[in-house]
């Protein structure tokens, strides 16, 4: 299993990225998939995640209306549209995958790829 994210970059407050996480080794649609940041100092969070049991979404309250997960299982890939991007959105960005969790919880995922910088800065 194998997970490769990109996308990220230095954005202006207000502004848009797109993450794309290309996986190899599975596939998505039989996995639970989901994006996680880790900001200097703090835990790594779930920013918004499918479940593994029934493709439902998750978002953390911070994300949501801002946030939107997405996967295509033709390309085999998970991707993140960010909008409306804050400073605090700041962080290093890691997709992540486990073929059994229903969470979106860090501890849960047994694979990640190896996380890409966003920066929301004036």
């Known amino acids: 299993v194998q997970l490769q994210a990109s996308g990220g970059g230095l954005v202006q407050p207000g502004g848009s990225l797109r993450l794309s996480c290309a996986a190899s080794?599975?596939?998505?649609?039989?996995?639970?998939v989901g994006w996680f940041r880790q900001a200097p100092g703090k835990e790594r969070e779930g920013v918004a995640c499918?479940?593994?049991?029934?493709?439902?979404?998750y978002y953390a309250d911070f994300v949501k209306g801002r946030f939107t997960i997405s996967r295509d299982n033709a390309k085999n890939t998970v991707s993140l549209q960010m909008n409306s991007l804050k400073p605090e959105d700041t962080a290093v960005y890691y997709c992540?995958?486990?073929?059994?969790?229903?969470?979106?919880?860090?501890?849960?995922?047994?694979?990640w790829g190896q996380g890409t910088q966003v920066t929301v800065s004036s």
């Open positions: 499918f479940s593994s049991s029934d493709g439902t979404t």
């Open positions: 992540a995958a486990d073929p059994w969790t229903s969470w979106c919880q860090a501890s849960t995922y047994d694979y």
């Open positions: 080794g599975f596939k998505v649609a039989s996995y639970a």
